[in-house]
C-alpha cells in the first residue's frame, strides 16, 4: 500500500486544485483542464496498480515538481476571463469567411477519398492491419508514399495544406459558430477541412488526433459559450452527439484492433488506460534521473534550427541520436508537456521556462483595450498545451512549430486585411445577438 502513497497523492493533489477553483467561482475552462488531469492522474494511480512490478522508484518529489509547474502553466488560464471584462474588437468579416471557402475547396478531395478509406476498413476485416499501418507510420515516416497508397496526388495536396492550418481551421470552425449572421450551411461546409484531418488520422492508424479533438470540442464551448446563439445550440448538440458518436466508435474499433495486434492478451483496463496515465509514471520513474539532457532537440529544434544551431527536423533521426542508451529514457514514451522540456534541460531551466510562459501570457491576455483575433487564437495554443500535457506537448515536433508559427503569420494577415477592408465597409459587430 505505501508504494502507491506518491500516485494516491498525485491524484488528491488535482482533486484539491479543482476545489479551489470551484470555490473561488473560477472560469469553467481552467476546471475543465484540471479535470482532465484529474482522470488521468487517477489512471496513472491504476496503471501504477495494476503493474506495480515495472515501478520501483515512484516517489513524491517528482509528483510535487509537476504539480508546481502544472499550477504556474494553469495560472494565465485562471485569469482569462474576457467575458466578463473584455470585448473582442470589432472587426468586417467577408475577408475571413473568403478565405475560409478556399480551405473548404482545396478540402474536398481528400476528404472523399480518406472517408472512403476509412469507410471501407473499418468496416471489414482489413481493420486488423491498422497495426501494421502505424507501426510503418513510426519506422518510416508520417507523409511516406508507402503508407499512404490511398490518396490522389491533389489529395495528397490538399490534405498536406489541411494538416499545416488545422489549428487556425478548428478555431475558425468554434469561432464562426458565434456569427450570427454566417449560415448553417458554411458552418457545415467549415467543418469539411477539419473532418478530413481526423479521416487522414484515422488512416493512418493515429487515435490521437480525434480523442484531443474530442476534448477541445468542449473546451471552445466554454470558450465561446456566452457568444453562440440560442437557436444554433441545438443544431451544434443535435450534429456534434452524432459526430462525437461516430468517433467514439472509430476509436474502439482502431483499439481493439491495435490491441489484437500487439497486446492481445493485456487487460483492457490497463491497455485503454495506458496513454491516458502511464506519462506520469515514466515522467517519475524514469525522467526524473536522465542521464543526459537532450540540448533542446526534443522541443526546441524550430527554435534552435532559427538561429542557426545545429538540431534534428526529423523525429526518427531524432529518435535514434538520442536514444535511450545515451539519455537513459525512451524517447518515443509520452512524460507530459513538462516533462518534454525536462528532456531538452533538466528540472531548473524547465521550471524558469515555465514561469516565463505564463508571464508572458498572463501579460499579452491583460494588455489594454479590446480582444482581437490574434490574441484570442494564442489563448487557445496556450491552453492546447495543458489540455494535452498531460500525455505530451503537442508543438513539441520541428513541423508542428514550424506550421503553428505559419498559422500565426496567416491568422495576422487576415486581421490586417480585415481592418483594412473596414475602411470602406460597416463595422461587423461579430457577437452581436
Not at 487517477?42 to 515495472?54: D, E, P, T
Not at 484515422?202 to 476534448?215: E, P
Not at 482502431?254 to 490497463?270: F, M, P
Request: aromatic letters at 20%; a positive charge.
Amino acid at each position: 500500500m505505501f508504494e502507491f502513497l506518491p500516485s494516491i497523492y498525485y491524484s488528491l493533489g488535482f482533486i484539491l486544485i479543482f476545489w479551489y477553483l470551484v470555490k473561488r467561482n473560477c472560469n469553467n475552462m481552467s476546471k475543465y483542464i484540471v479535470a482532465i488531469w484529474i482522470v488521468s492522474s487517477i489512471y496513472a494511480l491504476i496503471v501504477h496498480v495494476l503493474i506495480s512490478g515495472n515501478y520501483s522508484k515512484i516517489s513524491f518529489l517528482p509528483y510535487i515538481y509537476l504539480h508546481i509547474c502544472f499550477l504556474v502553466s494553469l495560472y494565465p488560464v485562471i485569469k482569462f476571463d474576457y467575458l466578463k471584462k473584455k470585448k473582442l474588437e470589432n472587426i468586417y468579416i467577408k475577408p475571413y469567411q473568403i478565405l475560409l471557402y478556399g480551405f473548404i475547396l482545396v478540402s474536398i478531395i481528400p476528404f472523399i477519398e480518406n472517408l472512403m478509406y476509412v469507410l471501407q476498413t473499418y468496416s471489414s476485416s482489413n481493420a486488423a492491419g491498422l497495426a501494421d499501418v502505424y507501426s510503418d507510420k513510426m519506422e518510416i515516416g508520417f507523409d511516406s508514399q508507402k503508407v499512404i497508397t490511398w490518396l490522389s496526388p491533389l489529395g495528397r495536396l490538399g490534405n498536406s495544406i489541411d494538416g499545416v492550418f488545422i489549428d487556425f481551421l478548428i478555431f475558425s470552425l468554434f469561432f464562426f459558430l458565434t456569427i450570427r449572421s454566417v449560415s448553417n450551411i458554411f458552418l457545415f461546409a467549415l467543418a469539411i477541412p477539419v473532418a478530413n484531418h481526423i479521416l487522414y488520422q484515422f488512416a493512418m492508424a493515429g487515435r490521437g488526433v480525434a480523442a484531443f479533438f474530442i476534448l477541445l470540442c468542449v473546451f471552445f464551448y466554454f470558450y465561446f459559450q456566452r457568444f453562440i446563439p440560442k437557436e444554433r445550440v441545438s443544431y451544434i448538440i443535435k450534429l456534434g452527439t452524432v459526430f462525437v458518436g461516430g468517433l467514439i466508435i472509430a476509436l474502439s474499433v482502431l483499439s481493439y484492433a491495435r490491441k489484437e495486434e500487439t497486446n492481445a492478451g493485456a487487460d483492457d483496463l490497463l491497455f485503454f488506460g495506458y496513454y491516458l496515465g502511464k506519462g506520469h509514471l515514466d515522467f517519475n520513474e524514469d525522467l526524473w534521473y536522465i542521464k543526459k539532457t537532450t540540448e533542446g532537440d526534443n522541443s526546441f529544434s524550430y527554435v534552435k534550427a532559427f538561429i542557426g544551431l545545429d538540431t534534428f527536423k526529423d523525429f526518427l533521426e531524432r529518435r535514434k541520436y538520442w536514444n535511450q542508451r545515451k539519455t537513459g529514457v525512451d524517447p518515443v514514451l509520452f512524460y507530459t508537456y513538462v516533462g518534454d522540456w525536462f528532456m531538452d534541460f533538466g528540472g531548473g531551466i524547465t521550471f524558469i521556462l515555465i514561469c516565463i510562459a505564463s508571464y508572458c501570457m498572463t501579460t499579452y491576455i491583460r494588455r489594454k483595450g479590446s480582444y482581437n483575433l490574434l490574441q484570442l487564437f494564442m489563448f487557445f495554443v496556450y491552453a492546447k498545451v495543458l489540455l494535452q500535457g498531460w500525455s505530451i506537448n503537442c508543438f513539441k515536433l520541428y513541423g508542428g512549430m514550424a506550421n503553428l508559427m505559419i498559422e500565426l503569420i496567416l491568422l495576422y494577415i487576415v486581421m490586417k486585411v480585415c481592418k483594412i477592408s473596414d475602411k470602406n465597409n460597416r463595422k461587423f459587430n461579430i457577437f452581436q445577438k
